[in-house]
């Protein structure tokens, strides 16, 4: 372990004058964002793992978890989604007004803010940074977000610090999908841009004065397959109440640390402050030595993780995987599907896997989802009897040793692929079949690691049922169009589907093209809930559970608020502090 | 001396393979059966004495009811004496997949069970586990031992009896099979197999899979055996009087390596049900619900297992006596082989 020195009075008054006098250069009107949360005082350095290392920096390419928890500390977008409301509020815009149709929005941006490398920041930045986002050659991932009606925005600069967005129909989420768009310096990123190699830029050797950003740290050092450190950024732009410009914290080091249960054995040494995410086995370990190991637990409550049987319905395999082929007229019965729902004890599971610390699902959005959640449509009764009522309607029947034969006469059995490597799935998919042989139904856990299994089920689509989880991008339901319209990119029950292959397919994709061109929020979750109601009642996914958000920290780190969007705990990192004098942790 | 050792582990030997052969009459439970009640519960041991401190002839397990608001930590239920019973009639099973029969060894009576080293994630009763999950990884060191020897004696011999080009092709062959990392060949067989063969027949090719590519070091200990012993009198002697190449290698070289390959089963068999062991605890092995010793040590590679489930652990010594007495019979093979040679 390093040792850190202790921070004597003057570099502490330092640290306090230093920024307050760099980021008022010239004297100009800066646009400070106040927050309201318990002041603290600056100081010290959190340590945080994560599974992998980040596999890059630049914001335009990163897809991964760790790439991206990593970037969105030094960056900062225009509209942020509060974590712990769910809803928008400005962050480099100061505001926005949009046209009553909700096609166009014109944004003021704050005045007088700073790169963390000391460039000031205009309306050039943000017109820079979206035309990267939307130039088709980056194949940016946050590309698909800012079309409305297949066609990209329109992004113009009105004045210095004015910015006008305009879709050709109207977008709902609009504001929602400017979270998390990291705003780019275009004084260092253009002259990349421009030579056709924005991709290549901001990687783990590049130097940290060569990368800057508008978020509450800055990049100090990498030690790559080892840690990656932050600084704090000087020219940050929001302060408490007392006027003291935020971040508190120091440093924020980023350790790699691969597997969850390593983590958990850092945090219990005292090698890191903070576990992002918890299992709920490792949770309960944890709270018996709560106390003594000084750390507090935090369940945040059900995420927006969902688990789920997805059945292969895709058109392809017909005379390509002839026994998979056979299988989908059962697969395609909607009776079937939901026999054995019925079937499933969704309590079980939520007990079993997650210690009860978790819900169980009807559709795909959990409780946690405070604007979207429809708490009408009931969650699916455990009836083995019901379920066995329901099959023997849809002509199935039982053998002489109780196995469920279809109307040919063909043993019912099916194998559920796993990802072998996610404990928790694993443990789902033994407890549905030893579900299913309730009602007859032999089923075989085939557990692959995760690359040739989403192999299967994205490419080959050579498999007959599978258990996955998805996370919902965002507390909204328009990323959810990928798994659910007919032409999502992830419509996993049947990728590549050129036309809807039923009427309530049909009817989903109508209503979600809907949803997204309804200003109106009472009428957008009217139509969404009719989406929902339709998923429970065909069940072409089988939603099954969804885990709470977990997490843990350090006595003494002061300000943490968990919430169940990412990143869980590091959300608000420009507001955590230390409760004891700086320089101790 | 030596005799008597040989006797006593080959004893061992048998009588653990014969219990678990029989493993449906030692388990108490069946292997899948889950107590989704009690997850994770730790051993219930017999008792003489209860609560009260009152003596009993027969030994009795308390029931455990949880403590409250958790589902995993339990308390003795005082209230709950349940008695341990010989010989009782529960779960029906078949012995050795034929004879079908529901007569287990021990058993309680009472509405709880008796989980002598506790119970896993499923509730499901470790000791049944662990005594099914040797029907697993015994037939695996088995299985994979004979295949291997099997095939090493084969190659051995036609290498060593022929000698030139066909003994420097199959030795060549033999090396490159020694330097395949048989584990990245494994995982990648694996992902290859269709999903729908049964979790025993993909396990039963891995097996395969590890039997055929360990054929190379038996094969070469017997192409030397072969090698000295084609010279000897009497096998020059029979090539006189006119036996073909096949006789002489079945009649006279073969029998001569038995001794070797016997010592050498003596040695991969442990390796084997390591290899299984270790297979299984990467995923790659036999798929639930069916136990091995490998399946059952990989839940015990997460924290909250290793921090407050001991008896997780447990299944890793399962293997411990079978390797001592596998070296041990090696051993004394070793030594009587010397002695009559």
């Given at each position: 372990?390093?040792?850190?020195?202790?921070?004597?009075?003057?570099?502490?008054?330092?640290?306090?004058?230093?920024?307050?006098?760099?980021?008022?250069?010239?004297?100009?009107?800066?646009?400070?964002?106040?927050?309201?949360?318990?002041?603290?005082?600056?100081?010290?350095?959190?340590?945080?793992?994560?599974?992998?290392?980040?596999?890059?920096?630049?914001?335009?390419?990163?897809?991964?978890?760790?790439?991206?928890?990593?970037?969105?500390?030094?960056?900062?977008?225009?509209?942020?989604?509060?974590?712990?409301?769910?809803?928008?509020?400005?962050?480099?815009?100061?505001?926005?007004?949009?046209?009553?149709?909700?096609?166009?929005?014109?944004?003021?941006?704050?005045?007088?803010?700073?790169?963390?490398?000391?460039?000031?920041?205009?309306?050039?930045?943000?017109?820079?940074?979206?035309?990267?986002?939307?130039?088709?050659?980056?194949?940016?991932?946050?590309?698909?977000?800012?079309?409305?009606?297949?066609?990209?925005?329109?992004?113009?600069?009105?004045?210095?610090?004015?910015?006008?967005?305009?879709?050709?129909?109207?977008?709902?989420?609009?504001?929602?999908?400017?979270?998390?768009?990291?705003?780019?310096?275009?004084?260092?990123?253009?002259?990349?841009?421009?030579?056709?190699?924005?991709?290549?830029?901001?990687?783990?050797?590049?130097?940290?004065?060569?990368?800057?950003?508008?978020?509450?740290?800055?990049?100090?050092?990498?030690?790559?397959?080892?840690?990656?450190?932050?600084?704090?950024?000087?020219?940050?732009?929001?302060?408490?109440?007392?006027?003291?410009?935020?971040?508190?914290?120091?440093?924020?080091?980023?350790?790699?640390?691969?597997?969850?249960?390593?983590?958990?054995?850092?945090?219990?040494?005292?090698?890191?402050?903070?576990?992002?995410?918890?299992?709920?086995?490792?949770?309960?370990?944890?709270?018996?030595?709560?106390?003594?190991?000084?750390?507090?637990?935090?369940?945040?409550?059900?995420?927006?993780?969902?688990?789920?049987?997805?059945?292969?319905?895709?058109?392809?395999?017909?005379g390509r995987l002839p026994a998979i082929a056979q299988k989908q007229t059962w697969f395609r019965d909607q009776r079937f599907r939901e026999a054995v729902s019925l079937a499933i004890d969704r309590a079980a599971i939520v007990r079993m896997v997650y210690q009860g610390r978790g819900v169980a699902l009807a559709t795909?959005?959990?409780?946690?989802?405070?604007?979207?959640?429809?708490?009408?449509?009931?969650?699916?009764?455990?009836?083995?009897?019901?379920?066995?009522?329901?099959?023997?309607?849809?002509?199935?029947?039982?053998?002489?040793?109780?196995?469920?034969?279809?109307?040919?006469?063909?043993?019912?059995?099916?194998?559920?692929?796993?990802?072998?490597?996610?404990?928790?799935?694993?443990?789902?998919?033994?407890?549905?079949?030893?579900?299913?042989?309730?009602?007859?139904?032999?089923?075989?856990?085939?557990?692959?690691?995760?690359?040739?299994?989403?192999?299967?089920?994205?490419?080959?689509?050579?498999?007959?049922?599978?258990?996955?989880?998805?996370?919902?991008?965002?507390?909204?339901?328009?990323?959810?169009?990928?798994?659910?319209?007919?032409?999502?990119?992830?419509?996993?029950?049947?990728?590549?589907?050129?036309?809807?292959?039923?009427?309530?397919?049909?009817?989903?994709?109508?209503?979600?093209?809907?949803?997204?061109?309804?200003?109106?929020?009472?009428?957008?979750?009217?139509?969404?809930?009719?989406?929902?109601?339709?998923?429970?009642?065909?069940?072409?996914?089988?939603?099954?559970?969804?885990?709470?958000?977990?997490?843990?920290?350090?006595?003494?780190?002061?300000?943490?608020?968990?919430?169940?969007?990412?990143?869980?705990?590091?959300?608000?990192?420009?507001?955590?502090?230390?409760?004891t004098p700086a320089g101790k942790h | 001396m030596k005799q008597r050792k040989l006797f006593w582990t080959a004893a061992f030997l048998v009588g653990a393979h014969l219990m678990a052969g029989l493993a449906g009459f030692f388990a108490p439970y069946h292997y899948a059966a889950q107590d989704r009640l009690h997850p994770?519960?730790?051993?219930?041991?017999?008792?003489?004495?209860?609560?009260?401190?009152?003596?009993?002839?027969?030994?009795?397990?308390?029931?455990?009811?949880?403590?409250?608001?958790?589902?995993?930590?339990?308390?003795?239920?005082?209230?709950?004496?349940?008695?341990?019973?010989?010989?009782?009639?529960?779960?029906?099973?078949?012995?050795?997949?034929?004879?079908?029969?529901?007569?287990?060894?021990?058993?309680?009576?009472?509405?709880?069970?008796?989980?002598?080293?506790?119970?896993?994630?499923?509730?499901?009763?470790?000791?049944?586990?662990?005594?099914?999950?040797?029907?697993?990884?015994?037939?695996?060191?088995?299985?994979?031992?004979?295949?291997?020897?099997?095939?090493?004696?084969?190659?051995?011999?036609?290498?060593?009896?022929?000698?030139?080009?066909?003994?420097?092709?199959?030795?060549?062959?033999?090396?490159?099979?020694?330097?395949?990392?048989?584990?990245?060949?494994?995982?990648?067989?694996?992902?290859?197999?269709?999903?729908?063969?049964?979790?025993?027949?993909?396990?039963?090719?891995?097996?395969?899979?590890?039997?055929?590519?360990?054929?190379?070091?038996?094969?070469?200990?017997?192409?030397?055996?072969?090698?000295?012993?084609?010279?000897?009198?009497?096998?020059?002697?029979?090539?006189?009087?006119?036996?073909?190449?096949?006789?002489?290698?079945?009649?006279?070289?073969?029998?001569?390596?038995?001794?070797?390959?016997?010592?050498?089963?003596?040695?991969?068999?442990?390796?084997?049900?390591?290899?299984?062991?270790?297979?299984?605890?990467?995923?790659?092995?036999?798929?639930?619900?069916?136990?091995?010793?490998?399946?059952?040590?990989?839940?015990?590679?997460?924290?909250?297992?290793?921090?407050?489930?001991?008896?997780?652990?447990?299944?890793?010594?399962?293997?411990?006596?079978?390797?001592?007495?596998?070296?041990?019979?090696?051993?004394?093979?070793?030594?009587?082989?010397?002695?009559?040679?």
């Open positions: 372990m390093r040792s850190i020195r202790p921070i004597t009075p003057s570099f502490l008054l330092a640290c306090l004058l230093l920024p307050a006098s760099l980021a008022r250069p010239e004297g100009r009107q800066q646009d400070l964002l106040k927050v309201s949360v318990p002041v603290g005082h600056p100081g010290g350095v959190l340590v945080v793992s994560q599974s992998s290392e980040p596999k890059t920096l630049n914001p335009v390419v990163a897809v991964d978890q760790p790439s991206r928890d990593v970037i969105r500390r030094m960056t900062a977008d225009l509209v942020h989604i509060n974590r712990a409301t769910q809803k928008t509020e400005p962050a480099l815009a100061r505001s926005w007004k949009s046209n009553r149709e909700g096609s166009q929005f014109t944004v003021e941006l704050r005045r007088g803010l700073r790169f963390s490398d000391g460039a000031p920041f205009t309306a050039d930045d943000v017109v820079f940074s979206f035309q990267v986002y939307l130039d088709e050659k980056v194949h940016s991932p946050q590309r698909d977000l800012l079309l409305a009606g297949g066609k990209p925005m329109r992004v113009e600069k009105l004045g210095p610090y004015t910015v006008k967005f305009s879709f050709v129909a109207p977008y709902a989420p609009a504001e929602r999908v400017f979270d998390s768009l990291a705003i780019l310096p275009r004084h260092l990123l253009e002259q990349g841009y421009k030579a056709g190699k924005i991709n290549q830029v901001w990687n783990l050797t590049t130097s940290a004065e060569k990368i800057a950003g508008l978020g509450p740290f800055r990049l100090k050092q990498v030690l790559p397959g080892e840690k990656l450190v932050l600084e704090r950024n000087p020219y940050y732009w929001k302060t408490d109440s007392q006027g003291q410009i935020l971040p508190y914290l120091n440093e924020l080091i980023f350790l790699t640390v691969p597997s969850r249960d390593a983590q958990v054995v850092r945090f219990r040494a005292g090698e890191t402050q903070i576990i992002t995410q918890v299992s709920a086995e490792n949770y309960s370990a944890l709270l018996a030595d709560q106390q003594t190991g000084r750390y507090k637990l935090y369940d945040a409550g059900p995420g927006l993780e969902y688990n789920f049987l997805v059945f292969n319905l895709n058109d392809d395999v017909k795909p959005v959990s409780p946690g989802d405070k604007l979207w959640f429809d708490s009408d449509i009931p969650i699916p009764e455990y009836s083995p009897e019901k379920a066995r009522k329901l099959l023997q309607a849809a002509g199935f029947s039982w053998n002489s040793s109780g196995a469920l034969t279809d109307s040919s006469g063909q043993p019912v059995d099916f194998s559920i692929l796993v990802n072998s490597g996610n404990v928790q799935r694993s443990q789902m998919a033994t407890l549905i079949q030893e579900d299913l042989k309730k009602i007859g139904i032999n089923v075989h856990v085939a557990g692959l690691e995760f690359r040739s299994a989403t192999d299967r089920v994205l490419n080959s689509h050579d498999y007959e049922v599978a258990l996955m989880g998805l996370g919902r991008g965002d507390a909204d339901p328009t990323p959810d169009m990928s798994v659910l319209s007919s032409d999502g990119d992830i419509h996993l029950w049947n990728m590549g589907e050129k036309t809807p292959a039923t009427p309530w397919e049909a009817e989903i994709d109508r209503l979600m093209r809907k949803q997204q061109v309804t200003p109106n929020y009472a009428e957008r979750k009217k139509l969404f809930d009719r989406v929902q109601a339709i998923l429970a009642e065909q069940q072409p996914m089988i939603f099954l559970a969804s885990p709470n958000i977990l997490t843990a920290a350090r006595d003494g780190l002061e300000n943490v608020r968990p919430a169940i969007m990412d990143n869980y705990i590091l959300w608000n990192a420009d507001e955590l502090f230390w409760h | 994770y519960a730790s051993p219930s041991l017999p008792h003489l004495m209860d609560c009260s401190g009152k003596i009993h002839l027969r030994p009795f397990v308390y029931g455990i009811r949880n403590k409250q608001g958790s589902f995993t930590d339990y308390q003795p239920d005082c209230s709950a004496q349940m008695p341990v019973h010989f010989l009782v009639t529960g779960e029906e099973y078949s012995l050795f997949g034929l004879i079908p029969s529901s007569l287990h060894l021990f058993g309680v009576s009472g509405p709880g069970e008796i989980n002598l080293l506790g119970t896993d994630a499923f509730g499901r009763d470790q000791f049944s586990r662990v005594v099914y999950g040797a029907q697993v990884s015994l037939l695996a060191g088995g299985l994979a031992g004979v295949l291997a020897v099997f095939a090493g004696v084969i190659v051995g011999t036609i290498s060593g009896f022929y000698g030139g080009v066909v003994d420097e092709a199959a030795m060549r062959v033999a090396e490159i099979a020694i330097a395949v990392p048989s584990l990245y060949l494994l995982l990648a067989a694996r992902s290859f197999l269709p999903l729908e063969i049964s979790p025993l027949m993909a396990f039963l090719l891995v097996i395969s899979v590890i039997g055929l590519l360990s054929w190379a070091r038996p094969a070469r200990l017997v192409r030397g055996l072969v090698m000295s012993a084609r010279e000897r009198n009497f096998v020059l002697a029979a090539q006189g009087f006119g036996a073909s190449k096949s006789y002489v290698m079945r009649r006279h070289l073969v029998p001569m390596t038995f001794s070797v390959a016997l010592t050498q089963l003596a040695i991969l068999i442990p390796q084997f049900i390591l290899a299984e062991v270790v297979l299984s605890f990467l995923g790659l092995g036999i798929g639930e619900p069916f136990p091995s010793w490998g399946n059952m040590l990989a839940e015990a590679q997460q924290y909250h297992v290793l921090a407050s489930c001991w008896w997780m652990l447990l299944p890793g010594l399962a293997p411990v006596p079978f390797f001592v007495a596998y070296h041990a019979l090696a051993d004394a093979l070793q030594k009587k082989t010397k002695v009559n040679l």
